[in-house]
């Protein structure tokens, strides 16, 4: 069984990139892991545009959201709320026992700034979550304006969520001022699911040694004083690092401003389309993301006939919409290693199977 997948996440894992991962087992404390690890930090903080460490995390990336809420949160923690993932956020702090409050925008609309300003302004406030890129509806929001927003408040870590933005788009940590960035292996980096990665500044890390509630597996200080020896604190998905290692080193090569112009021709290529055959983008063209489209489905197609049709017929499937947006919008991925080429197919198929579907 083997589909390319436009859903956004996971998506398509290239041949090579499995090839990377069947090298030999070694043990998470020889020195060829710490060779491993270590090999891998440059790129990760280039790609990252930070000087602070990138921890591995063997989890999805909703470990290390929960994480950085157990790590960062002692006071009050600001959700910023325009999506699924971000909706939940608020969930999963609440879980934690802090005290939350969601700052709620409309499904499809950005973040605003000017809004996160007069809630942090309201007081009592020590941490915010925003996530850069909602994946449930394909919307990006302003990340530099925001942080700047942030950056008045001292007092306030903020925990950026990338993990649909990562390597798409440029997001300058340490210039930005982000404390906690995070991000997944199943999205643009086009690797299995199953590590996250987690870059942590100093001052997150001294608000985490204030918390006595961390817990262990998504410690920070666990995972710097390991990171510090050129380990995980536990045993890691060492056949994922594997794969990292590899995907590093291609971006590397590829360039990194040369893959944010691919994800963007791209992604502009299936906008394109969409809007060529009546479908609006949900979030607006203003604020697209640009590791995928979230369209409305304008013209209600069966995108179940739509998804069927793609499936069998060319080994394809693209997304019939997230969770209340179900039937209503269909996304589609160009993250990760899509070429010109791959990108054409697709388009190729979707006019085929929207053609005989009478859309
Ligand atoms: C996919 C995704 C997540 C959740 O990732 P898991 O790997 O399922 O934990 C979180 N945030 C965003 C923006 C995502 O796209």
């Known amino acids: 069984m083997s589909y390319r997948l436009y859903i956004p996440g996971p998506i398509t894992v290239s041949d ?23 090999s891998v930090q440059p790129g990760l903080q280039k790609i990252m545009a930070t000087q602070d460490p990138v921890y591995l995390s063997t989890s999805s990336s909703w470990g290390v959201m929960e994480g950085a809420i157990r790590n960062i949160v002692g006071k009050k923690v600001l959700c910023c709320m325009n999506g699924a993932f971000s909706d939940k ?53 302003p990340l530099a304006d925001i942080m700047q927003v942030v950056r008045e408040f001292p007092e306030v870590i903020s925990i950026v969520d990338t993990v649909s933005s990562f390597t798409t788009v440029p997001v300058l940590k340490d210039e930005l001022g982000v404390d906690v960035m995070l991000s997944g292996s199943q999205k643009a980096l086009a690797l299995p699911p199953g590590l996250a990665l987690l870059s942590v500044s100093e ?22 004083a390991n990171h510090e020896k050129g380990m995980t604190p536990s045993t890691p998905a060492i056949s994922l690092i594997y794969a990292l290692q590899h995907k590093v080193a291609q971006i590397l090569a590829e360039g990194i401003e040369n893959r944010y112009a691919r994800h963007l021709r791209l992604n502009e290529k299936v906008r394109a389309w969409g ?10 063209e203003q604020f697209g993301t640009r590791g995928l489209n979230c369209f409305n489905n304008d013209r209600e197609v069966s995108l179940e006939a739509v998804n069927q049709a793609l ?21 589609i991925s160009n993250m990760g290693d899509e070429t010109d080429a791959t990108i054409d197919a697709l388009i190729g ?11």
């Open 16 to 38: 090579d990139t499995f090839r990377a991962m069947t090298q030999g087992m070694i043990g998470h404390r020889s020195k060829d892991f710490v060779k491993l690890y270590e």
């Open 89 to 141: 956020w608020l969930d999963v702090a609440k879980r934690c026992g802090k005290e939350a409050v969601g700052l709620k925008f409309d499904w499809g609309k950005p973040v605003c700034p000017d809004a996160v300003r007069k809630e942090l302004s309201a007081g009592g406030f020590d941490a915010i979550t925003l996530i850069h890129s909602e994946t449930s509806t394909g919307t990006l929001s």
């Open 203 to 224: 001052r997150a890390r001294q608000r985490a040694a204030a918390q006595t509630d961390r817990g262990y597996y998504f410690d920070f200080l666990e995972f710097q």
């Open 275 to 284: 809007k060529a055959r009546g479908f609006s983008l949900f979030p607006g």
């Open 311 to 331: 499936k069998s017929r060319f080994n394809l499937v693209i997304d019939g919409g997230y969770g209340k947006l179900k039937g209503k919008t269909f996304r």
């Open 349 to 359: 198929a979707l006019d085929t199977v929207f053609g005989e579907l009478g859309a």
